[in-house]
């Protein structure tokens, strides 16, 4: 009897306590409902913001492992995506060459260096976009290394390995502004330069102008005045080609007396002659020593490859596109796109049509899709949140190339296009910004105050209160996604 009762106790305890377990998870499965619906609400609300009223959007939140959808406002909708089309190229480009793709300049001649380290000319063929100075400038000394001290003719740039289009035809009317450099097989420092302007030491004085790289490439007019703050006509920064070559530059307006140096950006007209002025400036500082001209020209026939210069990964180029939205990295790279499907010179035309294909082969919805660049300077391109999250997905799922995008995306209010930017989601957002008049979007990865992971897009077009409380808007829903409510927050 006494071992009946002793069962019968116990039996009672478990069901005891099995009852208040339940009851436990009851209640917190009841708190994480109340507070995913709290969160929804605050997304919803975010969504409504005033800043993308009078204009259309397409919204969508997917948790990062299952990809369970959490948040959506018309996912498939097709619009102009802005730069966040740049994480459609890194993903082509990425999937397509390699994180560790290096894009080789090749250095040819008629023949080797005699004794004396002479070549009768040289010519320079390749399409890599990061050929800034400081890369030119190794190219020059790895030269020098090899034994060339003298060029007794010309040294030639052929840019044949891409088309000769320098600007999209979508793009008109393009400004002087960097972020539409013309794009070319030959480049220097992404199509653009560097003026630097200050003020004189009195008032009527001309304003100190300097132009980097100082190349006799860019003869200068400087028509800049010292003047009071606030008195004059706004400074402004021209380039024209000059008859003889050259690009000159013009700068005009008024340098407030004491003020600090500004700084303006400029592309370029030529890109491959600006190129040639960079080599031969490096050529020279190398002690190579050119009798000839430096310019734009093709490759002959029968030549001798000199040396392979290996330009950086393309995981570090991939994070110079995406970090500061480097519009020249990204056209070339779907031109590169182009001449690598096609065996022909890449193009807009076939670089768009080897980036869908690139896409499709992923998997990726391109139901109502167009393509026509890799930068999102176009106003005809058209993408979805959909189709972008799912571009985000399919990187992440990539051992080979899913943390290079990631780590190229810039980080919420610390760097990159992002830096200044969604101070409420400081450090929990990943994202690409996208921004255009009457355009913005953001797309990428978010981690929640409760740990949860987030791939996410919004894009929006045609706001009616202007582009500055749109931006304002897009950063207050990424505030609204990482911050979800009552949750125990778990360790960043």
Known sequence: MRGSVTSYVRWVVRVIGGCALAIALAAAASADERGDAAWLARLREAARARGFQGGVQSMLVVERA????????????????????????????????????????????????DAQGKVASLAIRGADPAMTGEIWWRLAHDLRALGVTEVAGDVVLDDSLLDAERWHPSWFPV?????????????????????????????????????DPPLPYFPLTNATRTAKRGAGPPLQVERAREPGGGERVTVTGAVALGSDRSEV??????????????LRSQLEAAGIRVHGSVAPGIAPAESVLLYAFDGMPLRAEADLLLKYSNNFIAETLLKQLGRLDSGAPGSWANGSVALRARLAALGLPLDGITLVDGSGLSRDNRVSARLLVAALRRADASFAIGPDLLAGLPIAAEDGTLRKRADGARGLVRAKTGTLDGVT???????????????????????RHGDSLAIDAVDAFAAALVHDGPREAASR
Do not use: C
Not at 265 to 272: A, E, L
């Open 265 to 278: 950006w400029r592309s370029v007209i030529d890109p491959t002659a600006y190129a040639a002025a960079v």
């Open 66 to 113: 299952s990809g369970a959808e959490l948040f959506a406002r018309h996912p498939e909708r097709a619009l102009a995506p802005a730069s966040a089309q740049k994480i459609l190229t890194a993903l082509a480009a990425l999937e397509a060459f390699g994180a560790g793709h290096q894009f080789q300049t090749e250095v040819l001649a008629p023949a080797t260096p």
């Open 441 to 463: 979007s953001l797309a990428g990865w978010a981690r929640t105050d409760s740990g949860r992971e987030l791939v996410f897009a919004v894009i929006s077009n045609g706001h």
């Open 175 to 211: 400004s002087a502004r960097a972020y539409h450099a013309p794009i070319g097989a030959m480049s220097a420092n992404y199509g653009a330069f560097r003026v630097v302007i200050s003020p004189g030491e009195a008032l009527g004085a001309p304003g100190h102008v300097q132009i």
